[in-house]
Nanobody, 124 residues
Framework: QVQFVESGGGLVKPGGSLRLSCAAS????????IGWFRQAAGKEREFVTA????????YYSRSVKGRFTISRDNAQNTVYLQMNILKPDDTAVYYC?????????????????WGRGTQVTVSS
């Protein structure tokens, strides 16, 4: 059974940091691009960041560029999202997203598998 499980979410104060993980089981991430999306309450899900299958290329939305960093450890079958200088607007449920093709999941139509999500709340 293919599963992607996010962890690392929680409550953090503005300016703080969190590191999210997305661990895959039943699926080898080695040759697939991975992304992160987020959905704030009452809003549509939006793209946050993505990384190519070999980690050679990364993509970021304007709102997180310079603050968030995506990385992957294929040996651990895990993708990470380091989030720094967090803002209240970053509050959302964060989902890892996997494309089973060569396309990088920067839009939802390219996503074949979704994780269950992890809540990130930025508040003082």
């Amino acid at each position: 059974q293919v599963q992607f499980v996010e962890s690392g979410g929680g409550l953090v104060k503005p300016g703080g940091s969190l590191r999210l993980s997305c661990a895959a089981s039943g699926f080898a991430l080695d040759y697939y691009a991975i992304g992160w999306f987020r959905q704030a309450a009452g809003k549509e899900r939006e793209f946050v960041t993505a990384v190519s299958w070999n980690g050679g290329s990364t993509y970021y939305s304007r709102s997180v560029k310079g603050r968030f960093t995506i990385s992957r450890d294929n040996a651990q079958n895990t993708v990470y999202l380091q989030m720094n200088i967090l803002k209240p607007d970053d509050t959302a449920v964060y989902y890892c997203a996997v494309s089973s093709t060569t396309l990088v999941p920067t839009i939802e139509s390219r996503v074949d598998y979704w994780g269950r999500g992890t809540q990130v709340t930025v508040s003082s």
